[in-house]
């Protein structure tokens, strides 16, 4: 196995992780929040909180990476996990719904740099292989599909208070990530970099149409996706499904997210990133349709399932888009704001989520989704230049 499929496949199982974290997390994060929160309409505040940590983090985690390199960038990054965890446990059985919140965030650090995963593998990946590499890493999540729930389902009642077990599971994942980074083995850009000459204004990489249609649809993807994943435990909850029920909810529309992966790669290949951009838009409005048909058990299964889908065409495909923006010289700048858009709507989505549904309901969460999928179907419909049909920018050679 050559150094670059290798360390593809490094951050492939650190992506699985990672994503066990966020879907144990994400399984247990709004019941606790419930559970401490004074007034229970700020109860997806934690889960709120850790996207807002991911928003705030993913520009100090871009640059503070091109200063001492990824492996250590992701290392300080799964220590944050492992701090987060501890705070967050530390909060369920201290009955503190700040402190969650507080740990919350720091796990919202820690995703902050895994969220620049997907972008090592492409960078340590021939051109050929890019799309591929991102596809495969964030399909790297698909084993979280099943660990974070089995995780949620088995550590619940394990510990007193309630949920304290779960969180007790966040710093071993965090270590384990730390353990597999060691073995991390990336190619230097300072050639590269030095060759492309002086690097463009953050503006100027911002106002390229291809830029603008790439981000726009990580936003919409991530804000969608939080924001009926936050509010499903409570929609479901609300109408009085069993929480092993919304585990196995969680659970699937987490592997929706990240089995596509072994293969959206190749059809981004085959159909290009804006026609897999405008598939995964018509899944998402087709889970909508699903949700606002009833509030079964099934509906809420099938919607979150091919969320997930959807999210992964639009995600993955708007994350090989943008690289075709920027030079390496430029790719710091550009994937931190890249990523500070993308996660700055998940954030907004999240913490919308729970005071929606606490006021207004489940099918007006899902009215919200539909806008923000239009927005990114107009973005889609974007005619870029015919040269961003082409190669993207060379990625650096190990």
């Known amino acids: 196995m050559n150094t670059g499929h290798r360390n593809v496949l490094l951050l492939a199982l650190c992506q699985a ?68 965890g501890v705070v967050a446990a530390g909060a369920v059985w201290a009955g503190s719904f700040g402190l969650l919140a507080a740990g919350s965030a720091l796990l919202g650090c820690a995703a902050g740099f895994a969220q620049q995963y997907r972008f090592a593998a492409a960078e340590t990946s021939s051109t050929e292989f890019r799309s591929r590499a991102i596809s495969f890493v964030v399909a790297g999540g698909l084993v979280a599909g099943f660990v974070g729930p089995l995780l949620a389902r088995g550590t619940k009642d394990l510990l007193v208070p309630e949920y304290l077990g779960a969180y007790a599971c966040v710093p071993i994942l965090g270590a384990l990530s730390i353990s597999l980074l060691l073995g991390l083995r990336m190619p230097t850009l300072k050639e590269q970099v030095r060759s492309e000459g002086k690097a463009r204004s953050i503006g100027r990489i911002v106002r390229q149409p291809v830029f603008l249609v790439a981000v726009v649809a990580q936003m919409m993807a991530q804000g969608v996706m939080n924001l009926l994943m936050t509010g499903t435990p409570l929609a479901m909850m609300a109408h009085h499904h069993a929480f092993a029920d919304t585990a196995f909810v969680i659970q699937w529309h987490v592997v929706g997210m990240f089995l596509p992966g072994f293969f959206t790669g190749a059809l981004i290949q085959r159909w290009g990133e804006q026609t897999m951009i405008r598939l995964g838009v018509a899944l998402n409005i087709l889970a909508v349709a699903v949700g606002v048909a009833d509030v079964a058990v099934l509906n809420f299964w099938i919607a979150l399932t091919l969320n997930g889908i959807g999210w992964n065409f639009m995600f993955v495909a708007g994350s090989t888009l943008v690289m075709k923006a920027y030079a390496p010289s430029e790719r710091a700048r550009a994937q931190a704001a890249n990523d500070f858009l993308v996660f700055a709507t998940a954030a907004v989505a999240a913490l919308s989520s729970g005071q929606v549904l606490h006021h207004h309901g489940w099918h007006i969460v899902l009215g919200t989704a539909v806008i923000m999928l239009l927005i990114a179907s107009v973005a889609a419909l974007w005619r870029l230049p015919r040269a961003m049909s082409g190669a993207p920018i060379p990625a650096a050679t190990p």
Do not use: D, Y
């Open 17 to 84: 992780a990672f994503v066990s974290t966020a879907t144990l997390t994400a399984t247990v994060g709004s019941l606790a929040g419930h559970a401490l929160a004074p007034n229970k309409a700020l109860a997806t505040a934690p889960s709120a909180a850790l996207v807002i940590g991911t928003a705030l983090s993913t520009i100090p985690a871009s640059l503070l990476m091109r200063r001492v390199g990824r492996r250590l960038g992701f290392i300080v990054g799964a220590g944050c996990a492992i701090a987060g």
